[in-house]
């Protein structure tokens, strides 16, 4: 466990918090005027390695091979020039600071952040942090890497659960959920929608999908993971050429065939690291997907189009209807998908070059 304090007077900060690895839809926009809930679970914290926020520098401004050392491989408009680091934790779990008005940016609905940290200590005045809950943007406090220091504090430092034990626990996301609003012209204040965490989770891993596809048609298996993936897959890449197969697997599935290519696994929720297979599959390529969004794929809750015959159990009083199914096809979040293609060598194929300079187009034609 750990709290953050103040690198100007040493004043507590946070609450204190174990590290888990930054959720995948940390940077994502969502939808126009949504109220999308809070980012990290209370209690916890993760780093996050890239830069965020201003001051940005044109993609024209920097020269390639700082690109590279930077990690990105294509062109992008622009890069954060901020410390990178940053740390980022729930709104509930800061403590000892105040907003500072005049920071409060281009913001719609709340703050975005845009023009820098805008919370300071209440103790010496330092700009210590900035917090994001405007609409369309996950609610969050990013704890500034160069105005905190990070303490231990007594307590359990428990180890990160084992895929078993995780497995055990069965935590899933469901893949939709009501998107809160700010009120339609009908009145409703929400509306059924594909889980935006699904739809983050769907950009960074079709976008590994393509660097292992070597330009080449890739199949997933049937069902949920088809409609989320296969029409992307179908339409980004050629026909014609042997398909390459991807499939499922983690633990409590069975040990994938020797002709598997790709590999769907599951991230761990507090390292962040894959799940590692053995034996012939260890070779194929590894796809990550969040665990939550993985273990309802691997192990999908049952949906009753009809009401189950019989009484009703002892201690229930009601039988709600199932949540009512989007209308819409599935579209994974293209901001998530373009933040993680850039970042993989693979980009530097041509083909896969192409894709991102046409990725406005294929948004209007609904692939994205």
Sequence with gaps: MFVFVCAGCGAELTTPLSQVSLPVHARQKYGNGAQLPVLMESGTFALDPDPWGGPWRMWDEIDPGEAEARGIYAPVHALSDSTPGASVIAPGDIRGTRLIPEKRGGACCGLDGADGPNMACETCDLPVATRVDDCSLWQAVRLSPDAVHRVPVDGIHAAPLSWAELAEKGEKTPPFEPIATWGGRLGSNHYWSWSPQWEAAAGRALAHLLAASDGRPVTVPHGLIAEVFQRALDALLPAGPPARRAVL????????????????????????????????????????????????????????????????????????????????????????????????????????????????????????
Aim: net charge negative.
């Design 249 to 368: 697997a983690g633990p409590g599935l069975s040990v994938p065939d020797v002709d598997t290519d790709i590999l769907l696994l599951p991230t761990h929720p507090q390292t962040g690291e894959p799940w590692s297979p053995t034996g012939p599959a260890a070779s194929a390529y590894p796809v990550p997907l969040p665990f939550g969004v993985w273990m309802w794929l691997a192990f999908p809750e049952p949906r009753l189009h009809l009401p189950a015959s019989g009484t009703m159990p002892d201690g229930v009083l009601r039988d709600d209807p199932p949540p009512p199914r989007p209308h819409d096809l599935f579209r994974a979040d293209a901001g998530t998908f373009q933040h993680t293609l850039v970042r993989l060598p693979a980009v530097r194929s041509p083909w896969l070059r192409e894709i991102l300079e046409n990725l406005t187009q294929y948004m209007r034609t609904g692939v994205f």
